[in-house]
């Protein structure tokens, strides 16, 4: 079915007005739901959208408002289970994206995601049974190359990705807490925009050469996430 243009543009600023951040922000919705609405969607078509932080949550949710029918919704993680931040500034930021969050899972046709306990959340929230879990597999084995190491250095390591609410705030309070004479290295995508110092320091992305290396050399493994 094609939408009328003005029901289209009644929704892109109703959503810009009550959850978005910047005007350019604004400008690259329009333009790509503008190349979106040149696809003609029946009632059969399945929507799959794969939404993370920033402009793709935007998206999500107008897809969701207008198709919410065909849409099925692939969510990087909950981002409303995070409590970033403590200032009233932050605390506002946090409030938009758990609004917009409990909008789009709440519309959603069916969402899919690879954590079981995003999966019980969502469900608890919609009151139904439409949120699948399909677990995440990491293609690359664990093979004899992580073991064997007869020495171990004086150092632990924190392995993740740190581009959303949730491990961002976990790793960052570590910073703070972290107090051992041990060295503490922070390896994975975003780890750079830690505030690091002392004998903490954040590698970024390495290769999976230099991953077993730094594995096979550690006193230990930090796990850790903010309940």
């Not at 969607?41 to 799959?48: F, G, H, L, P, V």
């Not at 409990?102 to 954590?115: C, F, G, N, Y």
Request: glycine share 6%; hydrophobic share 40%; net charge neutral.
């Amino acid at each position: 079915k094609t939408l009328g243009s003005v029901t289209i543009i009644y929704h892109i600023f109703m959503i810009f007005f009550k959850y978005g951040f910047t005007t350019a922000e604004l400008l690259k919705l329009i333009l790509i739901i503008a190349r979106f609405n040149r696809l003609e969607i029946c009632s059969q078509t399945k929507i799959y959208v794969e939404y993370g932080p920033g402009l793709s949550r935007l998206l999500a949710l107008y897809l969701v408002m207008l198709h919410n029918k065909n849409t099925v919704i692939l969510p990087h993680n909950v981002e409303f289970l995070a409590c970033v931040g403590s200032s009233s500034k932050a605390q506002k930021h946090q409030t938009k994206l758990f609004q917009i969050e409990q909008r789009i899972l709440s519309l959603a046709a069916e969402i899919i995601t690879i954590s079981q306990f995003d999966r019980d959340v969502i469900n608890a929230l919609r009151k139904d049974d439409l949120c699948w879990c399909l677990p995440f597999e990491d293609k690359r084995q664990i093979t004899e190359g992580y073991e064997g190491a007869n020495t171990k250095e004086d150092y632990f390591l924190y392995l993740g990705t740190f581009t959303n609410p949730p491990s961002f705030a976990s790793a960052e309070n570590l910073c703070r807490a972290y107090c051992h004479p041990f060295k503490l290295f922070f390896i994975g995508n975003g780890s750079q925009l830690l505030s690091t110092s002392g004998n903490i320091e954040s590698l970024g992305r390495v290769s999976d050469g230099e991953l077993i290396e730094l594995i096979k050399g550690c006193k230990a493994l930090i796990v850790y996430q903010l309940p």
